[in-house]
């Protein structure tokens, strides 16, 4: 068996500095969490309105994921994060000064801009720069930084909303929460500073001793670097003419379908739902505010240490088993939590299947989805590619946050619960019927899998 080389210590620092964009879109994602009911009773929102302003984040997000395709594949995987920094900087800093209920919507459209660039380039950055048999660990390392975000915001909120009066806390306990992510949109900015360009980015431009000089950094050994490197120019040989047009030839248009029916999977779950309206949900089983915002705190916790789980599992199990078996326990754990509702079962049931959802959830369609969709794409394309799926992906979850105050509302908990059940069934079946393994193959591979599947 042939040895694998040891990982570079730069490659865990860059995809830990990356990752950073992951933690700031955990963060502005999830700190309308707490501030919507006082943002509710400030400006005196409908169940339409607060609808609008926890999703119109997630325009943003789908306008940052169009652009960011075009903006890395002109200027680089690097520029393109540095631009992502710059705009969480000034969303955190706008949105806490906001004067009024429209100011504040648009600087949550830019920082979702801000999370749409990082949604698409932190994977794309990592998966490019990552040894073939840890990708799938370094990528997920992102999704580890998101829920760490949501971690960290929650108990932000629940630690103003708790300590502070209503009327604080309505007049400007919201804007501390907003606030507080400046600081890591500066971390992460001065920590993109060491990080090089993609060698792949390099090479495709015409900077090839630069490619060179990366992989040398990544794989660590100058002979490593030079097998990566040749690998690398045979895929691309085999993909040279490879253009945009082509995701709709018989070649890459199944692989662009399994890649949207994914992001859709991942988000009609109803995950997302549960993050942005945990107090709000917790509150409607029968929680009083204050234990609200702790069983809240309670998903970030679980939503994180089962992510750490993944990244062990992810480059062992393969992303098929765990898409599949997680998206099975999903489906079998909101059954539950929907019956709950039917049948007003107490609060603290309630919370126990909403988490072993989230567990299910933090283990497969969160992480997991992520990978595939950054490795599955060719290299000339695999921005404008991953853009096309991740568009989808926020509207669809602009689409499940629009709506899911109003489901609530008119036909009940229960019933939109199971709504997100026959999606996670669906995804399960689809995943183990025509997702193919991609678990220790490298992005040329992969690449090279795709090109000859229909020429045998």
Excluded at 339 to 366: E, G
Aim: hydrophobic residues 55%.
């Amino acid at each position: 068996m042939e040895k694998r080389a040891k990982l570079s210590g730069y490659v865990i620092l860059i995809s830990c500095s990356a990752a950073l964009g992951g933690l700031l879109f955990g963060y502005d994602t999830g700190v309308i969490s707490g501030a919507i009911g006082f943002l509710q009773i400030k400006f005196s929102l409908s169940s339409f309105a607060v609808g609008w302003v926890t999703s119109c984040i997630l325009i943003g997000c789908a306008i940052g994921v169009s652009i960011a395709g075009i903006i890395s594949d002109a200027f680089g995987r690097k520029k393109a994060l540095l631009l992502s920094a710059i705009i969480f900087a000034l969303s955190s800093l706008g949105s806490a000064l906001a004067g009024g209920l429209t100011t504040l919507i648009i600087w949550r459209i830019l920082a979702g801009i801000g999370i749409g660039i990082t949604s698409l380039i932190t994977p794309i950055y990592i998966a490019e720069m990552a040894p073939a048999h840890v990708r799938g660990r370094l990528v997920s390392i992102n999704q580890l930084a998101i829920t760490i975000g949501i971690f960290i915001v929650y108990f932000i909120n629940a630690a103003i909303a708790g300590h502070s009066t209503q009327a604080w806390n309505v007049s400007t306990g919201w804007r501390l929460m907003m606030g507080v992510g400046l600081i890591p949109s500066i971390l992460f900015l001065l920590a993109l500073i060491p990080a090089k360009e993609t060698p792949r980015w390099l090479n495709q431009h015409g900077q090839s001793q630069k490619a060179l000089a990366v992989l040398q950094k990544v794989e660590g050994s100058t002979e490593a670097a030079k097998v990566a490197y040749d690998d690398l120019n045979t895929a691309e040989d085999a993909t040279d003419n490879t253009k945009f047009s082509d995701l709709f030839n018989k070649t890459w248009f199944p692989v662009l379908v399994i890649g949207v029916l994914l992001c859709l999977f991942q988000q009609f779950s109803g995950s997302n739902a549960i993050m942005y309206y945990a107090p709000e949900i917790f509150k409607g089983a029968g929680y009083a505010q204050n234990g609200a915002y702790m069983a809240t705190v309670s998903i970030g916790v679980i939503n994180m240490v089962i992510t750490i789980v993944a990244l062990g599992l992810v480059d062992k199990i393969g992303r098929k088993k765990l898409l599949t078996f997680g998206s099975l326990g999903m489906s079998v754990s909101l059954a539950v939590v929907a019956i709950c509702f039917f049948v007003d079962a107490p609060a603290t049931v309630i919370l126990i299947f909403i988490l072993l959802a989230i567990a299910a959830y933090a283990v497969s369609l969160a992480p997991v989805t992520w990978i595939v969709i950054s490795e599955i794409f060719p290299s000339k394309i695999r921005a404008r590619a991953m853009s096309i799926c991740t568009v989808i992906l926020w509207l669809s979850d602009f689409l499940l946050t629009m709506t899911f105050p109003m489901l609530t509302d008119s036909i009940g908990e229960g019933l939109t619960f199971m709504i997100y059940v026959a999606v996670t069934l669906i995804s399960a079946i689809f995943v183990w019927r025509f997702l193919p393994e991609t678990q220790g193959k490298s992005l040329e591979e992969i690449e090279l899998f795709w090109q000859t599947r229909h020429q045998k």
